[in-house]
Nanobody, 122 residues
């Protein structure tokens, strides 16, 4: 069973950047589809990005939600067994709790992390 732990959240000014990490244990991130979501108070989880499994990045597919396409970048670090989310040109509307998820394929989420909060000041 895979366990996920997010880190890297915090407070940042608008226009700045943050890099979130999702460390996995119990399974290799290379064999899983890893996804990032965010959730605002009173709202459901919104899809941000996903990277499918593969022995190398050339074998993987990457997907982005429309709200972050062009600003956020998902990547996988096999040496750390982690997935990162580079968030650039942050805006106050990016304020949310950010969660990572793992599954056997796109759209399947077998495990979730606890989330890391992000607050963007205007």
């Amino acid at each position: 069973q895979v366990h996920l732990a997010e880190s890297g959240g915090g407070l940042a000014p608008a226009g700045d950047y943050l890099r979130l990490s999702c460390a996995a244990s119990g399974s290799s991130v290379s064999s899983l589809t890893m996804s990032w979501f965010r959730q605002k108070p009173g709202a459901g989880r919104a899809f941000l990005a996903a990277i499918t499994g593969g022995s190398n990045d050339a074998d993987s597919d990457i997907y982005y939600g429309n709200s972050v396409k062009g600003r956020f970048i998902i990547s996988r670090d096999k040496s750390e067994n982690a997935v990162h989310l580079q968030m650039n040109r942050l805006i106050p509307q990016d304020t949310a709790t950010y969660l990572c998820a793992a599954g056997t394929k796109l759209g399947v989420y077998d495990a979730w992390g606890q989330g890391t909060p992000v607050t963007i000041s205007s």
